[in-house]
Nanobody, 119 residues
Framework: QVQLVESGGGLVQAGGSLRLSCAGS????????MGWFRQVPGKEREFVSS????????FYADSVKGRFTISRDSAKDTIYLQMNSLKAEDTAVYYC????????????WGQGTQVTVSS
């Protein structure tokens, strides 16, 4: 059974930094791509960033470009999201996701970790 576990969320002041981690596990877990999404109450989940595990090709939402950096450790099936210059509007529950093949969409989701940025 595949499991994604996020960590690293918390409370930070505006302008500060946080680093999220997402570790995947499971005997059959072999992700092609992993990513981060976020959601605030009353709004749809939105894409933040993604990375392909072999080529390290990364994508970012316009709202986080230049502030967030995604990275991966393929040997550990783990990805990271370094978040700098945080803003109050970055406050959300951040979810990790994994896709097993090269097609749109994700097959597995984590439980989420809360990020709160105080202004």
């Amino acid at each position: 059974q595949v499991q994604l576990v996020e960590s690293g969320g918390g409370l930070v002041q505006a302008g500060g930094s946080l680093r999220l981690s997402c570790a995947g596990s499971g005997r059959s877990f072999n992700p092609f791509r992993m990513g981060w999404f976020r959601q605030v109450p009353g709004k749809e989940r939105e894409f933040v960033s993604s990375i392909t595990m072999n080529s390290r090709k990364a994508f970012y939402a316009d709202s986080v470009k230049g502030r967030f950096t995604i990275s991966r450790d393929s040997a550990k099936d783990t990805i990271y999201l370094q978040m700098n210059s945080l803003k109050a509007e970055d406050t959300a529950v951040y979810y990790c996701a994994a896709a097993t093949v090269a097609r749109p969409g994700y097959d597995y989701w984590g439980q989420g970790t809360q990020v709160t940025v105080s202004s």
